[in-house]
């Protein structure tokens, strides 16, 4: 069975950082795009950011520059940095799992994982 299980979620003030991780079980990150994506309740899921099965990273035009993620394909981790955040940054931040980018980008995920949220408040 696979699992994805986040953590690192919390509540920061404006300009703050944070490192979310995301941890698998049952899965070979290296073999998919693993990424993450947000979302606020009433609201449409954000991709966020994706390294791809080659390590190709992609980063949403909302959070570049602002935001780095990288995969331990050793250990089956990703990490989102995030640093300068802001209150349109707060949301649950979800881990997942899907065959190609494009398949990424469109919320078809073969796996995905409950989420830690963020609050980013001044």
């Known amino acids: 069975e696979v699992q994805l299980v986040e953590s690192g979620g919390a509540s920061v ?3 703050g950082s944070l490192t979310l991780s ?3 079980y049952g899965i070979t990150f290296s073999k998919w795009c693993m990424g993450w994506y947000r979302q606020v309740p009433g609201k ?3 991709w966020v950011a994706v390294v791809r099965d080659d390590g190709t990273t992609h980063y949403a035009e909302s959070v570049k ?3 780095v993620v990288s995969r331990d394909v050793d250990k089956d981790t ?4 995030m ?3 802001q209150s349109e940054d707060t949301a649950m931040y979800h881990c997942a799992a899907a065959q190609s980018f494009r398949f990424f980008k469109q919320f078809l995920f073969n796996y995905w994982g409950d989420g830690t949220q963020v609050t980013v408040s001044s």
């Not at 990703?78 to 940095?81: M, P, V």
């Open 83 to 85: 640093d300068s955040l």
């Open 22 to 24: 995301c941890v698998g």
């Open 65 to 67: 520059g602002r935001v």
């Open 78 to 81: 990703l990490q989102l940095q």
């Open 44 to 46: 449409e899921r954000e």
């Open 13 to 15: 003030q404006t300009g």
